[in-house]
């Protein structure tokens, strides 16, 4: 299997064969001389398996996590420059940050990085979403209970900036999946203070 982030003058690829491989395609740093290259291969303590693609920051370097490995083996966020200078930047610890994060990264419009975990969390295994600045350790936005969902899918960001999700399942009779939103403007990392609201509808009473 294969995805691709496209970026300015570089094509990265991610190939998910055994632990996983980042590997690029482009004329980066030499503009005359395209060239294809491995630019990291994980083996597990610093991540394995990543999820589906890489989110180029505003400093020019690519960030993404991995569903597994890690210190706890329960996945990681890495960074990775054009080089191939790998650091990870965050083991994800089940009762506290969730586990598993499944769903790429997306880039809030303050430049932070949110993502979520399907598992983990401070409230069971119902998953976390997440959010991280490059120079900041990960902050839990908020833990799934069951009851408000679980297992959370991909997050899109609208326009305005505010950050749109579902939840495989939970919610109301823990029956359907449920719809929410955050906003990023309100979350202040360092000091743990976010506002959330997440709408009560499930898919029953959407469609």
């Known amino acids: 299997m294969l995805q691709m982030t ?29 060239s294809f290259r491995t630019l990291y291969s994980f083996s597990g303590f ?18 993404g996590s991995t569903q597994l490995g890690g210190s706890n083996g329960v996945g990681v966020v890495y960074r990775i420059d054009r080089s191939g200078s790998f650091q990870p930047l965050q083991s ?25 975990t399907v598992a983990g969390g401070s409230r ?14 990960l902050f839990t936005v908020f833990s799934f209970g069951g009851t408000d969902g679980s297992f959370p899918s991909d997050l899109v960001r609208s326009a305005d900036g505010t950050i749109y999700g579902a939840c495989l399942t939970g919610g109301y009779a ?11 403007e309100f979350v202040d990392q360092e000091q743990s203070i976010f506002l959330w609201n997440h709408l009560l509808l499930d898919v029953q009473g959407v469609w």
């Open 6 to 34: 496209i970026t300015q003058r570089l094509l990265v690829l991610l190939v998910f064969s055994a632990a996983g491989v980042i590997q690029s395609f482009g004329s980066d740093p030499s503009p005359d001389q395209w």
């Open 46 to 63: 610093y991540g394995s398996i990543p999820t589906d693609s890489v989110l180029e920051g505003v400093d020019g370097k690519f960030y």
């Open 92 to 116: 994800f610890l089940p009762g506290r940050d969730g586990s598993r994060p499944a769903t790429p990264l997306i880039k809030a419009n303050d430049a932070n990085l949110w993502g979520t």
């Open 124 to 137: 069971g295994n119902h998953g976390t979403i997440f959010s991280l600045r490059p120079d900041a350790p």
């Open 174 to 184: 823990h029956k359907f999946a449920e719809l929410f939103k955050a906003f990023p």
